[in-house]
């Protein structure tokens, strides 16, 4: 989960990436950064709990342990301030487990979900149709043959149960229940979006210290990401007093 802290060029560019690309790309970019050493190709390939798992090792680096989230009830609207910690990202490795599943008189092996898969679904509206996208992709067939054309609600959810097994950091909840109403429900946690959020403002900050610092001393933007944080802050602080 170690990781490094992103320089402020790398943050900058980071967001800018980001913004242009749809979720899943920005994730799988996030993920370059976090696990320096492999390709984008690469990191779009990883199974989501290892991704993510190295998302949380970058938010840890750059903003510290602690998440502070917002939920919305779903039966009242209230919304929640919801507190964790990075280390409840995480899930201990355990044994390696292949699940496989019969659909029909075929039996099938599953793999973790990845990005590719993640971007290939976002592409589909509905939400069965997409869920019944990702369970196909992820089957391996036994036979080498291929996977079925289609797949009935049932064995959409037998899919589900084996990529849970098979990567079970992959679809991250939190239990939460409502003060005011006491509904109780399992809020997903999306540790892509939480940390390309938290970057994103931390950018708008760093555009805001430059314009100051450029129009001030008419330094370039090149030359001020040069400065040491420190010095940076040195000098806006004689400037904002």
């Known amino acids: 989960m170690a990781s490094h802290q992103l320089s ?3 943050l900058l560019d980071a967001v800018s990436i980001c913004r242009d690309r749809p979720a899943a790309e ?3 970019h996030l993920a370059t950064l976090a696990a320096r050493g492999l390709s984008f190709d690469a990191c779009a390939h990883l199974a989501i709990g290892a991704r993510d798992a190295a998302l949380a090792g970058l938010y840890e680096a750059m903003f510290g342990r602690q998440l502070e989230l917002a939920a919305t009830c779903p039966g009242c609207g209230t919304r ?3 507190s964790l910690t990075t280390a409840a990202l995480l899930f201990e490795p355990g044994e ?3 699940p496989t599943i019969k659909i029909g008189r075929r039996r099938f092996g599953v793999r973790p979900v ?3 898969d993640l971007a290939a679904a976002a592409e589909i509206a509905e939400l069965e149709a997409a869920r019944e996208l990702l369970a196909r992709r992820c089957l391996v067939p036994a036979d080498g043959k291929s996977v079925p054309g289609a797949l009935s609600s049932g064995q959409v959810d037998a899919v589900a149960a084996a990529l849970a097994a098979v990567d079970p950091g992959s679809d991250l909840y939190v239990p939460l229940t409502c003060f005011r109403c006491e509904a109780a429900w399992d809020a997903p946690i999306d540790i892509a979006r939480v940390l390309a959020a938290e970057l994103s403002t931390a950018a708008d900050t760093l555009l805001g210290d430059i314009h100051d610092l450029a129009l001030a001393y008419h330094w370039s933007e090149d030359a001020i990401l040069a400065l040491a944080p420190s010095r940076r802050q040195a000098y806006l602080q004689r400037l904002r007093g």
């Open 26 to 28: 920005a994730g799988v």
């Open 96 to 98: 390696a487990v292949a």
């Open 80 to 82: 929640l301030d919801v």
């Open 8 to 10: 402020a060029a790398e």
């Open 114 to 116: 990845d990005s590719e």
